[in-house]
């Protein structure tokens, strides 16, 4: 072991035993991103909905506007508990609280009313002893809320039994709650707490307390207190850890056994937001009576009174991102009971997750620092498959929440230090020279450049280049009728399947530019026939192309082409690290580039998808080249001469070609002279083109209509060539 692997060991295992540290201190944004994991996994898989006793009898805007805005008078709720009662409702819970006096009680209404007599108001019916009669002897459970003012504390309606160490300080402390009206108080059926997530700060409910605690009494929540009444049992039965006090570990409610976190709360597993859910108190209380679907739907069943109206406030997000009413969720959790679908996470898995931390941690230090960095990745990569696996298939068959990211992080972050470590003190120069051009030489080139040290001078030098620009033609048209990621994908396509001729053929990718590709070739070190090999790898780029059109590999349907243009030109430029001291990029700038991207852009208006330069057309005489006229390009002072390339050594060497140069060759002298026999030359350059290549139709169709590009085209040339 070398100095620096020791230094990398030490460093890495004390990465690694700070990170496990931090995830046993367990911070918020653990707690976070374990929550949203878990929420994924709800999303990818929520719970079935399935037709369950339980319904809301939702005071929704229908209601609202069919009997005013809430509150309500207290005796129409009376005539709701006596409608659902009648029906047969199992237990009838209100997700409201009844801590003021009934406004809108008669009675309460003339003792404000100045100079009425007090006697004639203690004559008038009151709401609150209405409603209050009317739950007597109903399975009706009303709601108390939590408060931060006082000392009072509702009864508690239910007896407790324990098995295991006393549970009583596990759950949320209550210091106080709001006091209902004692008449209420002392006739309903049950008292459950409404709070959701008291002091949680996230709006996303994921777990529900179902007790409260003062330390020394329970007080349980509205749903299972409400599942106690409908069954008619008296007590609940908590079971605790075997060897230590303050701990919960499932709860018998009657029939019903649930599991709880160590602080008495239920995961909840929701279902997306149904209307099979929900009645509307309107068709509850309409005048004309009960319809049997809704007579059907409360009998036998658990019932929750609550709201959804908008300008009420009781707006929750549950685990599956949905905005849903606050009573719904209680609706949930005595659905997901009945279901016996339970998410758990067990009391150990705090500590497994803290040891599978240390462990892969200090395997990943190991890995990383004595072996390749390509198999530590591979390590690192399985760790985080096995991770997301375990976590996924535990929540999938068992119902278990494991979290997955910390340890991925953790292991992420270790991987990512000791990687780190090794590229800067291990194999410093050859990575150096590797990190500088592996992305954009090919394999011959990055190997000649490590062998070769001699033979790379960075920092700008004059060089001869052939530049290759090459751009796809209607773009805009193929984007406006594509969504963007289809855009990206067909992007992707094209242009890994053109560069790769680039690399082939030993040239050096400079970059993308949106659906542009810029290369070139002699740099950063000498290529020999480099003006060659560029049009070599534009040929290659044509034969490409025309297989994806064929194999439709774009996915656009028969007819549908795709187009490019290609323009090379030879010439000096300067090439090197261009850019910031902090951030730069190998790239070549001058005249040679910009007569190279002018010359693409000329592809459309000559009709033809491969154009050169003469200055490059001189380096390969050999291959199939046509005249292409002299084209006024933008910063020139002069005309450029400009070549189509039809085809490599081959086509030039094949009958056909030849026989095309000689009619090209009349055609342009014909150009030149105005002479009338262009048309026939045309026609006839046109049926030589067939033979040779398809796409010279469209080149001499155009032809015609460039005759100013053909024009003293020797008094332009010879004027560029002395400039």
């Excluded at 596990?170 to 008292?191: D, I, K, V």
């Excluded at 019932?303 to 300008?311: E, K, L, Y």
């Excluded at 001869?464 to 992707?492: C, H, K, Q």
């Excluded at 094209?494 to 990718?509: C, F, I, P, Q």
Aim: charged share 20%; hydrophobic share 45%.
């Amino acid at each position: 072991m070398t100095r620096a692997q020791q230094i990398g060991v030490v460093i890495g295992l004390a990465i690694v035993a700070a990170l496990t540290m931090l995830r046993a201190d367990d911070p918020g944004i653990f707690k976070l991103i374990r929550g949203v994991t878990f929420d994924e996994y709800q999303r990818l898989v929520p719970r079935n909905f399935e037709p369950m006793p339980v319904r809301v009898v939702d005071i929704d805007e229908a209601s609202l506007r069919e009997f005013g805005q809430w509150p309500w008078p207290r005796d129409r709720l009376a005539l709701l508990v006596d409608r659902l009662s009648q029906m047969g409702a199992a237990a009838i819970a209100f997700d409201v609280l009844f801590a003021e006096p009934d406004r809108l009680s008669p009675r309460n209404v003339v003792r404000e009313v100045a100079g009425v007599d007090p006697l004639l108001a203690e004559k008038l019916p009151d709401n609150d002893e209405i409603f209050a009669g009317s739950i007597a002897g109903k399975p009706v459970v009303l709601g108390f809320g939590l408060s931060n003012e006082g000392g009072y504390r509702p009864p508690v309606k239910a007896g407790f039994a324990f098995t295991g160490e006393s549970p009583v300080s596990a759950p949320p402390f209550l210091s106080a709650s709001t006091p209902l009206r004692p008449q209420l108080e002392a006739n309903a059926a049950g008292l459950g707490h409404i709070s959701l997530n008291p002091g949680n700060p996230s709006p996303v409910v994921r777990a529900v307390p179902l007790f409260l605690t003062d330390g020394e009494q329970l007080y349980p929540n509205l749903a299972i207190e409400a599942l106690r009444v409908a069954q008619g049992v008296s007590t609940y039965v908590l079971s605790g850890a075997p060897d230590r006090a303050g701990v919960m570990t499932s709860a018998k409610i009657g029939d019903f056994v649930v599991p709880l976190t160590a602080a008495g709360e239920l995961w909840l597993y929701v279902t997306p937001d149904r209307a099979e859910r929900y009645i509307s108190a309107r068709q509850v209380l309409a005048g004309a009576g009960v319809s049997p679907d809704v007579a059907a739907a409360v009998n036998g069943s658990v019932i929750f009174v609550g709201t959804s109206a908008a300008g009420l406030q009781d707006i929750r997000v549950t685990a599956l991102g949905e905005n849903v009413p606050g009573v719904s969720l209680h609706a949930q959790a005595v659905e997901q009971i009945l279901s016996g679908q339970f998410l758990s996470r067990p009391d150990w898995a705090d500590g497994l997750e803290i040891l599978v931390i240390a462990v892969l941690g200090c395997l990943l230090v190991v890995v990383t620092t004595f072996v390749s960095p390509a198999v530590a990745l591979i390590c690192g990569l399985l760790i985080t498959a096995m991770a997301l696996v375990a976590s996924w298939l535990s929540f999938l068959y068992a119902g278990l929440l494991f979290d997955p990211l910390a340890p991925i992080i953790s292991g992420s972050i270790t991987h990512f230090a000791a990687t780190s470590f090794r590229i800067l003190v291990i194999d410093r120069e050859r990575r150096a020279v590797r990190r500088a051009f592996g992305h954009y030489l090919s394999p011959s080139l990055l190997h000649r450049i490590e062998h070769t040290r001699d033979a790379l001078r960075l920092g700008g030098d004059d060089r001869e280049l052939t530049v290759m620009f090459v751009d796809v033609r209607n773009f805009t048209e193929i984007s406006e009728r594509l969504a963007p990621a289809e855009v990206v994908r067909f992007l992707n396509t094209l242009l890994d399947a053109l560069s790769r001729h680039v690399v082939a053929n030993e040239g050096t990718l400079d970059k993308f530019i949106g659906d542009s590709i810029m290369a070139f070739w002699n740099a950063p070190i000498d290529v020999t026939d480099h003006a060659t090999k560029a049009v070599r790898a534009a040929l290659a780029m044509r034969e490409t192309l025309a297989e994806l059109n064929a194999g439709d590999a774009f996915g656009f349907g028969p007819g549908q082409q795709v187009g490019i243009g290609i323009g090379i030109h030879t010439g000096l430029a300067c090439v090197g690290n261009m850019g910031a001291k902090t951030r730069f990029n190998y790239s070549a700038v001058g005249d040679a580039v910009n007569v190279a991207a002018r010359i693409e852009s000329c592809c459309k208006e000559v009709g033809f998808d491969i154009l050169i330069s003469d200055s490059t057309a001189k380096l390969v005489q050999t291959m199939a080249l046509v005249e292409a006229g002299a084209i006024p390009l933008k910063g020139k002072s002069s005309r450029t001469k400009i070549l189509a390339v039809v085809g490599n050594e081959r086509v030039a060497a094949s009958r056909e070609f030849a026989a095309l140069d000689i009619v090209h060759r009349q055609l342009i002298q014909a150009l030149h002279l105005h002479s009338k026999n262009t048309r026939k030359l045309v026609g006839t350059a046109k049926l030589g083109a067939a033979q040779v290549i398809d796409g010279l139709t469209e080149f001499y169709q155009r032809i015609s209509a460039r005759t100013d590009h053909f024009r003293d085209m020797s008094e332009d040339i010879e004027k560029n060539a002395a400039d």
